[in-house]
């Protein structure tokens, strides 16, 4: 398969019309009856959310103290999944957004589950913030009014800006996903078979017809939106990262953070692109239209991002050693070899750094199935890193007396697996109901290279 | 009370905790113990985190903590570098909590928490209030000044060598101020510009060899409080 | 032929031939034509002189009074309002403010975006006089359509304006009841 000369490679059939596309694909929701791996996934991912509202229930009801948290470790796992999970979402938006600007043509197949990944992954990352404090039922302190004793929120604290920032990338996913759907929407409406079918879509679809002018309006917008994508993705990771950098631990103490942390979201984001594209391609079909050259081009995308993460993890190291500060340089020695939780960081360096490399093959890159164990290593692997940074700063900073080795309980398990169950049954349901791959992005990808050209 | 369990888990609550640190041989060694409170500091880096206004700074340099507008995020326990600051992890004052303190138990003065709040050494707020309203209730005139060693926080009360004390430091003439002025006086974490409130007295000793043995445990610190 | 008609509506194969079609009858000096296609086609919205200006202008607007607005509200709650000190920072944190007050100027410029582009296009406007034809339906999925209402006929012949996008390859013509 890689013998196939490289302008012979298409990125969607050569032989597929714009009605062929909408028959292909609405059909899938429309037509057919979901595929077996649909309803194994669905299960499986319905089990898991049944897990996630038990364990909250007796989160809520009981107090956060049933995590593995304590003092000094005062953050455990839901800050790391809050993390994790907000990095998942940016390459969805990176994909809608930032690959429309450089106008890449293998954005149109992919850009629909990206951006679906995207919205279900700010769910559970804004979930997780109530997750973790100890009177959620109190949250709405947050809210900039002046609320009870007449006291607004506390402007200079992180959690502030987060409450902002998360609320902010919350909108614009879901604005930037319904705008994308919106003339599929249409396409819905006018093959819908079923009165309820044609009443829903039709109410979501705004009576969307497709007028030239409606068109230019629509590109307007999309195009202000892209813009304001690649700030968005900079603003909101960097302002969740600095939870960690604004404060003076040693080990969060770091203006390399945003940055950092922005390059590590895209890296773990990228892979949950590829890990999706991979299984979706094999439970839908789609092979014709998500093909090895996408798979290709979203593994370099992992591998650029994996480089500057790789690059971070030796300036973290090198600045603490610079600093000449002597707890700076102890977060290290106690993170590589000292501390307990050392293994959790050589682990992270294995499969960020190490398992990472093998995307420089492009024989590697193409392959689904490498392509998509190196997706799920990634996943862990950034996983890991939140951990580490989370739990090994706190774990031994400045007053010896102080420091303690926490683990996860089976509850922060029980909540984790919830969440992921809960994102699973999101995406499942989405499949079903809208179409996976974005129809107006592949119409205009088919007249400038399909057979709906009308050139013939 | 929060029971053996918990403390075990790091769970613990005390407002005031000895560190301890051991030197020498590990058959005799010697041991230097600091008690750590919240240090109530000027710069507090657990203030400026918190995103509910839940600690603030009051105008007689006290760290205030609020128990009721606390929602527990505790940014303000991973920004403290003393970790001074203890957490309701369950609500251990529920009368059905595993360790609960019977109500007759608790004191009068201080608040009762609930789950889900941080807490922490308060200089004995409660105290302090009392002394001051008195002060304001009597007619005498005292220019808003509370005599020195009026106020006593419990600490202080129960040290039996007397090697706590608090006062006004504003004031130059009290215990406290004239006890800050020496040369021994040093903050625990001082570079870390958190100007803390409570600082610490360096004890010198100078034993003579020629007396008992090296090895012979001594105290090396006592503390200043104001 | 209807007086009542909405106007006639053609239906063309590719989308070149919409275009063509609707170069042909701007050049003839026709108004009031409405094309419609499942993408968005290159040069098709300029050739109806169909501006977008309004959405920038929605966005810009927006995001600028949310961005006053944010900046504002922090700083008169923390300085006029209900002042007081953590960590020794001055009441007027500044450097604090700035990043909620991006975050609501990037979240208003999008929200603007697309109220810019629904108040723009009128959307929603259930009821329009082309989905009175039924093949209009292929107008999300393969067809392309040009629509010259009534009014912008005048009192030209509607067989000659049928005869003319026959000409210009129109595959099918057929009148829009009201």
Do not use: C
């Given at each position: 398969m890689s013998r196939a000369e490289p302008d012979r490679e298409r990125l969607l059939p050569a032989t597929l019309t714009h009605g062929g596309a909408t028959r292909w694909i609405s059909g899938l929701i429309t037509d057919k009856p979901a595929p077996l791996s649909w309803f194994v996934i669905f299960a499986v991912c319905s089990v898991l959310l049944v897990v996630f509202l038990v364990s909250l229930t007796y989160l809520f009801s009981v107090g956060v103290g049933i995590f593995g948290i304590n003092i000094p470790v005062a953050w455990g796992l839901p800050i790391t999944n809050t993390i994790w999970w907000i990095g998942i979402a940016h390459a969805g938006t990176l994909i809608s957004a930032v690959l429309l600007l450089t106008r890449q043509d293998w954005r149109a197949s992919i850009n629909r589950f990206a951006e679906a990944m995207a919205m279900f992954a700010i769910v559970c990352a804004g979930l997780y913030p109530l997750i973790h404090l100890g009177r959620p039922s109190f949250w709405y302190y947050l809210l900039p009014y002046p609320n009870t004793m007449g006291l607004w929120p506390q402007w200079r604290s992180p959690l502030v800006w987060d409450f902002f920032a998360i609320t902010m990338y919350l909108l614009f996913t879901m604005s930037f996903m319904y705008l994308s759907l919106l003339p599929d929407l249409a396409t819905l409406r006018d093959r819908a078979k079923s009165r309820l079918g044609q009443v829903s879509y039709g109410l979501l679809a705004l009576a969307w017809r497709g007028d030239a002018a409606h068109w230019a309006r629509y590109q307007r917008a999309t195009l202000i939106l892209a813009g304001c994508a690649a700030p968005i993705v900079c603003v909101v990771t960097g302002i969740v990262s600095t939870d960690l950098a604004v404060s003076i631990v040693p080990g969060y103490h770091f203006t390399i953070f945003p940055p950092y942390f922005v390059a590590g979201a895209l890296f773990s984001g990228f892979a949950t692109v590829a890990l999706l594209a991979v299984v979706l391609r094999w439970?839908?079909?789609?092979?014709?239209?998500?093909?090895?050259?996408?798979?290709?081009?979203?593994?370099?995308?992992?591998?650029?991002?994996?480089?500057?993460?790789?690059?971070?993890?030796?300036?973290?190291?090198?600045?603490?050693?610079?600093?000449?500060?002597?707890?700076?340089?102890?977060?290290?020695?106690?993170?590589?070899?000292?501390?307990?939780?050392?293994?959790?960081?050589?682990?992270?360096?294995?499969?960020?750094?190490?398992?990472?490399?093998?995307?420089?093959?492009?024989?590697?890159?193409?392959?689904?199935?490498?392509?998509?164990?190196?997706?799920?290593?990634?996943?862990?692997?950034?996983?890991?890193?939140?951990?580490?940074?989370?739990?090994?700063?706190?774990?031994?900073?400045?007053?010896?007396?102080?420091?303690?080795?926490?683990?996860?309980?089976?509850?922060?398990?029980?909540?984790?697996?919830?969440?992921?169950?809960?994102?699973?049954?999101?995406?499942?349901?989405?499949?079903?109901?809208?179409?996976?791959?974005?129809l107006h992005d592949m119409r205009e990808l088919i007249a400038r290279k399909g057979a709906g050209s009308g050139h013939g | 009370m929060v029971g053996k369990s918990e403390v075990l888990r790091g769970h613990d609550m005390h407002w005031i905790r000895i560190d301890r640190y051991f030197e020498g041989q590990p058959e005799a060694p010697s041991m230097i113990f600091q008690p750590v409170t919240c240090m109530h500091c000027e710069n507090a880096p657990c203030e400026y985190v918190c995103p509910f206004a839940a600690t603030q700074h009051s105008a007689e340099g006290l760290n205030e903590m609020i128990y009721n507008r606390c929602v527990g995020t505790r940014y303000c326990s991973q920004n403290c570098p003393y970790k001074v600051r203890r957490f309701n992890w369950f609500t251990y004052t529920d009368k059905d909590a595993p360790h609960s303190t019977p109500p007759p138990a608790h004191n009068p003065d201080v608040t009762v928490r609930s789950g889900g709040v941080m807490e922490k050494c308060t200089y004995c707020v409660q105290r302090i209030n009392a002394v001051k309203i008195a002060a304001a209730r009597t007619d005498e005139p005292n220019n808003g000044r509370i005599a020195d060693g009026a106020i006593v926080t419990a600490c202080q009360q129960a040290c039996p060598t007397d090697a706590i004390v608090f006062g006004d430091v504003a004031d130059e003439t009290t215990r406290v101020s004239r006890e800050k002025a020496s040369p021994l006086d040093y903050d625990l974490l001082g570079d870390l510009n958190t100007r803390p409130r409570t600082s610490y007295k360096a004890a010198v000793r100078n034993p003579n060899p020629a007396i008992g043995s090296p090895d012979a445990p001594y105290v090396e610190k006592g503390r200043v409080k104001g | 032929m209807a007086e009542s008609a909405y106007g006639l509506i053609a239906r063309f194969e590719t989308a070149d031939d919409l275009l063509a079609a609707v170069k042909a009858l701007r050049a003839d000096g026709m108004l009031g034509i409405q094309a419609y296609s499942p993408y968005p086609v290159a040069g098709l919205a300029d050739e109806l002189d169909a501006g977008s200006r309004g959405v920038a202008l929605w966005s810009l607007i927006s995001a600028t009074l949310a961005g006053i607005a944010t900046y504002v509200m922090q700083w008169y709650a923390a300085v006029i309002d209900y002042p007081y000190v953590v960590g020794g920072k001055p009441l007027n944190a500044w450097p604090a403010f700035i990043p909620p007050t991006v975050s609501m100027v990037l979240l208003f410029a999008v929200l603007g975006a697309v109220i810019g582009m629904a108040v723009g296009n009128r959307l929603p406007q259930p009821y329009h006089p082309a989905f009175n034809v039924d093949e209009f339906a292929h107008a999300s999925d393969d067809g392309f359509f040009l629509l010259v209402t009534h009014s912008a006929q005048g009192d030209d012949n509607h067989s000659e304006l049928g005869k003319r996008l026959h000409d210009l390859k129109a595959t099918s013509i057929v009148e829009v009841p009201r």
């Open positions: 439970m839908f079909s789609l092979q014709a239209i998500v093909t090895r050259i996408h798979l290709d081009y979203i593994g370099r995308m992992m591998l650029v991002f994996a480089m500057i993460v790789d690059y971070a993890y030796t300036q973290e190291m090198f600045t603490a050693w610079y600093s000449g500060e002597d707890h700076y340089r102890y977060v290290y020695i106690d993170r590589i070899w000292e501390g307990a939780y050392a293994p959790v960081w050589w682990t992270m360096i294995a499969l960020n750094v190490g398992v990472a490399q093998l995307l420089w093959f492009k024989g590697i890159r193409r392959n689904p199935v490498a392509l998509l164990l190196i997706a799920i290593a990634v996943d862990i692997g950034m996983w890991l890193e939140r951990f580490q940074i989370v739990f090994t700063s706190t774990h031994a900073d400045y007053m010896p007396s102080n420091w303690d080795v926490v683990w996860p309980t089976a509850w922060d398990w029980a909540v984790y697996a919830g969440s992921l169950g809960l994102f699973g049954f999101l995406l499942m349901v989405f499949l079903r109901v809208m179409p996976m791959v974005s | - | -």
